[in-house]
């Protein structure tokens, strides 16, 4: 009769055996699924889609996931005035906190800590001072145009596009808008679509 002890040797020992490998056996595998799944591997024939790959281009028309489809080209500066609106509405925290550090970060080289052209680099005469946010015509620019030369860039400033993402770009030009003494907390509606493309640079 088997007791408590005979149990544990035996399994013990059936355990063991299933370790033991070779060419001809590989030994016994308890749970395949862990080793062999069922999903086909990238780049591996596929016999469910027609043409056998397992690889498949996204639908047609589909945008990546975060990514924000700009509707207007590098020469729309006119039209962005009226077609582009911020669409988001952020808190008073998310600008004086968020937005300020990406502009500093991004902007205040150039354009100075308080918006009036006076940065690091026209101090070093690196670049000649580009115009302050405080004086027109940058005191009245429409949203649009704002996000366009960010997007795109203007005269001497290169695009922002690659350094700053969609809701990244709104940010930063929100808390510009508090360096004018203005209240950006108010969110606008946005007759540009909300979602971001691999074309935004």
């Not at 550090?101 to 009036?116: E, F, R, S």
Request: hydrophobic residues 30%; aromatic residues 8%; charged residues 25%.
């Amino acid at each position: 009769m088997l007791n408590k002890y005979h149990i544990i040797l035996l399994v013990l020992v059936f355990g063991l055996t299933a370790c033991i490998r070779s060419e001809k056996k590989p030994g016994r595998e308890y749970m395949p699924d862990m080793a062999e799944h069922i999903a086909y591997e990238a780049g591996s024939p596929n016999p469910i889609f027609k043409d056998g790959k397992t690889d498949q281009l996204p639908p047609e028309g589909s945008v990546a996931r975060g990514k924000y489809i700009y509707p207007l080209s590098d020469s729309d500066y006119e039209k962005s005035a009226t077609l582009i609106t911020n669409p988001f509405n952020f808190s008073k925290e998310e600008i004086s906190g968020e937005g300020k550090h990406l502009y500093t970060i991004n902007c205040a080289i150039c354009h100075g800590d308080k918006g009036d052209g006076q940065g690091h680099l026209p101090e070093i005469n690196k670049f000649p001072p580009p115009p302050s946010y405080l004086n027109e015509p940058l005191l009245s620019l429409p949203d649009g145009k704002r996000y366009h030369t960010v997007m795109y860039g203007k005269g001497m400033m290169g695009s922002y596009a690659s350094q700053l993402d969609h809701r990244e770009r709104w940010l930063v030009l929100s808390y510009v808008k508090t360096l004018q003494g203005k209240d950006a907390s108010a969110a606008t509606t946005a007759s540009a679509p909300a979602t971001d493309s691999t074309k935004t640079k």
